[in-house]
Protein backbone atom coordinates (compact mmCIF):
# COMPACT_ATOMS: atom_id res chain seq x y z
CA UNK A 1 0.00 0.00 0.00
CA UNK A 2 1.21 3.61 -0.90
CA UNK A 3 2.24 5.73 1.55
CA UNK A 4 -0.26 7.75 0.60
CA UNK A 5 -3.12 5.51 0.92
CA UNK A 6 -2.49 5.62 4.89
CA UNK A 7 -4.36 7.41 7.04
CA UNK A 8 -3.14 9.94 9.73
CA UNK A 9 -3.90 7.35 12.52
CA UNK A 10 -2.30 4.38 10.62
CA UNK A 11 1.20 7.15 10.21
CA UNK A 12 1.05 7.58 13.79
CA UNK A 13 -0.08 4.31 15.01
CA UNK A 14 3.05 2.86 12.78
CA UNK A 15 5.87 5.74 14.08
CA UNK A 16 4.46 4.80 17.71
CA UNK A 17 4.73 0.60 17.01
CA UNK A 18 8.06 1.11 15.50
CA UNK A 19 9.38 3.25 18.33
CA UNK A 20 8.17 1.10 21.05
CA UNK A 21 9.83 -1.72 18.93
CA UNK A 22 13.11 0.12 19.39
CA UNK A 23 12.52 0.83 22.79
CA UNK A 24 12.43 -3.02 23.54
CA UNK A 25 15.80 -3.16 21.15
CA UNK A 26 17.73 -0.66 23.74
CA UNK A 27 16.16 -2.70 26.51
CA UNK A 28 17.96 -5.31 25.51
CA UNK A 29 21.11 -3.45 24.47
CA UNK A 30 20.61 -1.96 28.11
CA UNK A 31 19.90 -5.83 29.49
CA UNK A 32 23.09 -7.18 27.41
CA UNK A 33 25.70 -4.37 28.70
CA UNK A 34 24.64 -4.59 32.39
CA UNK A 35 22.92 -0.98 32.58
CA UNK A 36 20.19 -1.73 34.14
CA UNK A 37 21.35 -0.27 37.86
CA UNK A 38 23.25 2.04 35.86
CA UNK A 39 20.70 4.78 37.38
CA UNK A 40 20.40 2.77 40.94
CA UNK A 41 17.32 4.67 41.74
CA UNK A 42 13.98 5.58 39.92
CA UNK A 43 12.49 7.75 38.61
CA UNK A 44 15.25 10.00 39.27
CA UNK A 45 19.11 9.12 38.45
CA UNK A 46 21.43 9.26 41.04
CA UNK A 47 18.58 11.29 42.62
CA UNK A 48 18.41 13.71 40.02
CA UNK A 49 16.01 14.44 36.93
CA UNK A 50 19.99 15.01 35.18
CA UNK A 51 22.60 13.00 35.83
CA UNK A 52 25.68 13.84 37.51
CA UNK A 53 28.56 15.14 35.35
CA UNK A 54 30.82 13.01 37.80
CA UNK A 55 31.03 10.98 41.12
CA UNK A 56 31.90 14.22 42.82
CA UNK A 57 28.35 15.39 42.29
CA UNK A 58 26.93 12.63 43.97
CA UNK A 59 24.39 13.33 46.92
CA UNK A 60 25.75 11.98 49.60
CA UNK A 61 23.46 8.53 50.11
CA UNK A 62 25.15 7.32 46.59
CA UNK A 63 28.13 5.38 47.16
CA UNK A 64 30.53 6.93 44.24
CA UNK A 65 31.57 3.03 43.32
CA UNK A 66 28.53 3.09 41.74
CA UNK A 67 29.18 5.80 38.85
CA UNK A 68 29.81 4.53 35.77
CA UNK A 69 28.95 7.21 32.66
CA UNK A 70 28.29 4.73 30.35
CA UNK A 71 26.66 2.45 31.92
CA UNK A 72 24.43 5.14 33.39
CA UNK A 73 23.94 7.70 30.02
CA UNK A 74 22.86 3.79 28.78
CA UNK A 75 20.13 3.27 31.18
CA UNK A 76 19.54 7.28 31.04
CA UNK A 77 18.78 7.25 27.48
CA UNK A 78 16.55 4.25 27.75
CA UNK A 79 14.65 5.66 30.43
CA UNK A 80 13.87 8.85 27.82
CA UNK A 81 13.02 6.92 25.37
CA UNK A 82 10.62 5.16 27.17
CA UNK A 83 8.96 8.14 27.92
CA UNK A 84 9.01 9.37 24.36
CA UNK A 85 6.94 6.09 23.59
CA UNK A 86 4.81 7.35 25.84
CA UNK A 87 3.77 10.44 24.70
CA UNK A 88 3.17 8.96 20.96
CA UNK A 89 1.21 6.48 22.80
CA UNK A 90 -0.61 9.41 24.23
CA UNK A 91 -1.10 10.97 20.92
CA UNK A 92 -2.19 7.56 18.97
CA UNK A 93 -5.17 7.85 21.56
CA UNK A 94 -6.04 11.03 21.01
CA UNK A 95 -5.66 10.14 17.03
CA UNK A 96 -8.18 7.76 17.88
CA UNK A 97 -10.70 9.71 19.28
CA UNK A 98 -10.76 12.18 16.63
CA UNK A 99 -10.66 9.75 13.99
CA UNK A 100 -11.88 6.19 15.13
CA UNK A 101 -14.24 7.33 18.29
CA UNK A 102 -17.07 5.19 16.16
CA UNK A 103 -14.95 1.84 16.19
CA UNK A 104 -14.55 0.81 20.02
CA UNK A 105 -12.22 -1.94 18.59
CA UNK A 106 -9.88 0.46 18.03
CA UNK A 107 -10.29 3.18 20.46
CA UNK A 108 -10.48 0.97 23.56
CA UNK A 109 -7.46 -1.33 22.27
CA UNK A 110 -4.88 2.32 22.08
CA UNK A 111 -6.54 3.29 25.60
CA UNK A 112 -5.61 0.24 27.23
CA UNK A 113 -2.16 0.51 25.41
CA UNK A 114 -1.48 3.42 26.67
CA UNK A 115 -2.91 2.25 30.41
CA UNK A 116 -0.59 -0.56 29.60
CA UNK A 117 2.12 1.73 29.21
CA UNK A 118 1.76 3.78 32.65
CA UNK A 119 1.95 0.36 34.33
CA UNK A 120 5.08 -0.29 32.49
CA UNK A 121 6.79 2.48 33.54
CA UNK A 122 5.45 1.89 37.56
CA UNK A 123 7.12 -1.79 36.66
CA UNK A 124 10.44 -0.37 35.44
CA UNK A 125 10.69 1.37 38.80
CA UNK A 126 10.21 -1.99 40.33
CA UNK A 127 12.58 -3.79 38.60
CA UNK A 128 15.23 -1.17 39.67
CA UNK A 129 14.28 -1.53 43.55
CA UNK A 130 14.59 -5.03 43.02
CA UNK A 131 17.64 -5.06 41.07
CA UNK A 132 17.09 -6.64 38.48
CA UNK A 133 15.07 -9.95 39.64
CA UNK A 134 14.22 -12.25 36.85
CA UNK A 135 11.11 -12.67 37.83
CA UNK A 136 10.04 -8.95 37.32
CA UNK A 137 12.47 -8.32 34.08
CA UNK A 138 10.31 -11.04 32.65
CA UNK A 139 7.07 -9.49 33.62
CA UNK A 140 8.18 -6.31 31.88
CA UNK A 141 9.72 -7.62 29.11
CA UNK A 142 5.83 -9.20 28.69
CA UNK A 143 4.10 -6.10 29.22
CA UNK A 144 5.97 -4.13 26.41
CA UNK A 145 5.51 -7.35 23.98
CA UNK A 146 1.50 -6.43 24.86
CA UNK A 147 1.69 -3.35 24.12
CA UNK A 148 3.47 -3.74 21.02
CA UNK A 149 0.67 -6.66 19.81
CA UNK A 150 -1.98 -3.74 20.91
CA UNK A 151 -0.88 -1.43 19.06
CA UNK A 152 -0.48 -3.60 15.96
CA UNK A 153 -3.89 -4.62 16.06
CA UNK A 154 -5.52 -0.95 16.41
CA UNK A 155 -3.16 -0.25 13.33
CA UNK A 156 -3.69 -3.44 10.99
CA UNK A 157 -7.35 -2.71 12.11
CA UNK A 158 -7.64 0.78 11.12
CA UNK A 159 -6.33 -0.97 7.24
CA UNK A 160 -8.38 -3.30 6.82
CA UNK A 161 -12.07 -4.42 7.86
CA UNK A 162 -12.10 -8.32 8.96
CA UNK A 163 -14.34 -11.06 9.44
CA UNK A 164 -14.75 -14.64 9.86
CA UNK A 165 -12.39 -16.67 12.89
CA UNK A 166 -9.12 -16.08 13.96
CA UNK A 167 -6.66 -19.07 13.40
CA UNK A 168 -6.36 -21.03 16.18
CA UNK A 169 -3.19 -22.37 15.03
CA UNK A 170 -1.81 -18.62 15.00
CA UNK A 171 -3.66 -17.99 18.16
CA UNK A 172 -1.15 -20.94 19.80
CA UNK A 173 1.80 -20.25 17.68
CA UNK A 174 1.82 -16.67 19.74
CA UNK A 175 0.89 -18.01 22.87
CA UNK A 176 4.14 -20.81 22.59
CA UNK A 177 6.46 -17.75 21.38
CA UNK A 178 5.13 -15.44 24.67
CA UNK A 179 6.16 -18.04 26.80
CA UNK A 180 9.23 -18.78 24.94
CA UNK A 181 10.55 -15.36 25.25
CA UNK A 182 9.68 -15.42 28.81
CA UNK A 183 11.95 -18.90 29.19
CA UNK A 184 14.67 -16.66 27.19
CA UNK A 185 14.39 -14.00 30.15
CA UNK A 186 14.51 -16.21 32.74
CA UNK A 187 17.79 -17.63 31.09
CA UNK A 188 19.27 -14.29 30.97
CA UNK A 189 18.53 -13.51 34.07
CA UNK A 190 20.46 -17.05 35.51
CA UNK A 191 23.28 -16.31 33.35
CA UNK A 192 23.57 -13.01 34.91
CA UNK A 193 23.31 -14.42 38.11
CA UNK A 194 25.78 -16.52 37.38
CA UNK A 195 28.35 -14.33 36.24
CA UNK A 196 28.42 -12.45 39.27
CA UNK A 197 29.21 -15.67 41.47
CA UNK A 198 32.38 -15.63 39.67
CA UNK A 199 31.40 -18.17 37.06
CA UNK A 200 33.63 -17.90 33.39
CA UNK A 201 31.27 -16.18 30.44
CA UNK A 202 32.13 -19.38 28.36
CA UNK A 203 30.07 -21.69 31.21
CA UNK A 204 27.23 -19.93 32.04
CA UNK A 205 25.06 -21.13 30.25
CA UNK A 206 25.44 -24.39 30.90
CA UNK A 207 24.80 -23.78 34.55
CA UNK A 208 21.19 -22.65 33.85
CA UNK A 209 20.01 -25.92 33.50
CA UNK A 210 16.29 -26.76 33.18
CA UNK A 211 15.31 -23.55 32.37
CA UNK A 212 17.20 -23.62 29.41
CA UNK A 213 16.58 -26.73 28.18
CA UNK A 214 12.60 -25.22 28.17
CA UNK A 215 13.50 -22.44 26.27
CA UNK A 216 15.21 -24.14 23.19
CA UNK A 217 12.88 -27.21 23.06
CA UNK A 218 10.34 -24.27 22.78
CA UNK A 219 12.27 -22.47 20.15
CA UNK A 220 12.16 -25.13 17.71
CA UNK A 221 8.29 -25.92 18.96
CA UNK A 222 7.42 -22.39 17.52
CA UNK A 223 10.09 -22.73 14.17
CA UNK A 224 7.71 -25.92 13.60
CA UNK A 225 4.43 -24.36 13.95
CA UNK A 226 5.92 -21.88 12.05
CA UNK A 227 6.51 -24.03 9.02
CA UNK A 228 3.27 -25.56 9.47
CA UNK A 229 1.44 -22.68 9.20
CA UNK A 230 3.19 -21.49 6.08
CA UNK A 231 2.60 -24.79 4.49
CA UNK A 232 -1.21 -24.10 5.40
CA UNK A 233 -1.94 -20.46 4.75
CA UNK A 234 1.02 -19.61 2.14
CA UNK A 235 0.90 -15.97 2.48
CA UNK A 236 3.96 -13.52 2.28
CA UNK A 237 3.19 -12.71 6.23
CA UNK A 238 3.79 -16.40 6.93
CA UNK A 239 6.59 -17.18 5.08
CA UNK A 240 7.89 -13.96 7.47
CA UNK A 241 6.96 -15.58 10.58
CA UNK A 242 9.80 -18.44 9.17
CA UNK A 243 12.10 -16.38 8.42
CA UNK A 244 12.37 -14.66 11.85
CA UNK A 245 11.65 -18.13 13.70
CA UNK A 246 14.84 -19.48 11.71
CA UNK A 247 17.00 -15.97 12.52
CA UNK A 248 15.87 -16.65 16.10
CA UNK A 249 16.91 -20.50 15.99
CA UNK A 250 20.07 -19.93 14.53
CA UNK A 251 21.08 -16.85 17.10
CA UNK A 252 20.18 -19.00 19.45
CA UNK A 253 22.49 -21.73 18.70
CA UNK A 254 25.08 -18.71 18.15
CA UNK A 255 24.62 -17.66 21.91
CA UNK A 256 24.47 -21.67 23.08
CA UNK A 257 27.76 -22.77 21.09
CA UNK A 258 29.40 -19.54 19.96
CA UNK A 259 29.28 -16.08 21.92
CA UNK A 260 27.27 -14.68 24.66
CA UNK A 261 28.64 -11.76 23.89
CA UNK A 262 25.59 -8.22 23.86
CA UNK A 263 25.54 -8.31 20.07
CA UNK A 264 24.17 -11.78 19.77
CA UNK A 265 22.02 -10.85 23.04
CA UNK A 266 20.61 -8.52 21.52
CA UNK A 267 19.86 -9.27 18.28
CA UNK A 268 18.44 -12.84 19.37
CA UNK A 269 15.94 -10.55 21.73
CA UNK A 270 15.08 -8.25 18.35
CA UNK A 271 14.53 -11.24 16.18
CA UNK A 272 11.77 -12.55 18.71
CA UNK A 273 9.94 -9.34 19.25
CA UNK A 274 9.44 -8.85 15.64
CA UNK A 275 8.39 -12.76 15.20
CA UNK A 276 5.64 -12.03 18.02
CA UNK A 277 4.48 -8.83 15.99
CA UNK A 278 4.83 -10.87 12.59
CA UNK A 279 2.33 -13.52 14.03
CA UNK A 280 0.20 -11.40 14.91
CA UNK A 281 -0.15 -9.46 12.06
CA UNK A 282 -1.10 -12.96 10.26
CA UNK A 283 -3.52 -13.51 13.04
CA UNK A 284 -5.09 -10.62 11.56
CA UNK A 285 -4.78 -10.55 8.34
CA UNK A 286 -5.86 -13.95 8.51
CA UNK A 287 -9.06 -12.86 9.14
CA UNK A 288 -9.40 -10.66 5.37
CA UNK A 289 -12.59 -10.57 3.70
CA UNK A 290 -12.38 -12.38 0.45
CA UNK A 291 -10.32 -10.98 -1.45
CA UNK A 292 -8.17 -8.67 0.24
CA UNK A 293 -6.28 -11.72 2.32
CA UNK A 294 -2.80 -11.55 1.55
CA UNK A 295 -1.29 -14.08 -1.03
CA UNK A 296 2.19 -14.83 -1.93
CA UNK A 297 3.17 -13.28 -5.26
Same mark, same amino acid.
Given at each position: MAAS??????? %????? $?? $???????????????? &???????? !????????PPASA? @?? !? !???????? @? !? $???????? @??????????LILATVVSAWRHHRNEPRILWTTIAAFLLT???GWLGGRVVANELAAWIVTVHM????????? %???ATVRAWRKTTGPFSPLVIALIVITMVQIGLG $????? *?? #???? #???????? *?? &??????? +????DAAFVVLAGSLLV?? =?? =????? +?????? *?????ALGVVMAYISLEPAAQVGHLTAASLLLGAETVLLLLRKSEPGIREHAT
Open positions: RFSSFQR %LALWT $TG $TTYFLILVGGLVRASG &AGLGCPDW !PRCFGSWIA @NL !P !PQFDPSLF @N !P $TLMWTEYL @NRLLGVTVGFGFQIVALVIVQL %LLY $TQVRG *AI #DVAL #DSGVARAA *AL &ASVGLVD +YLHRAF =RQ =RSRWA +YVVVGL *ATLQV
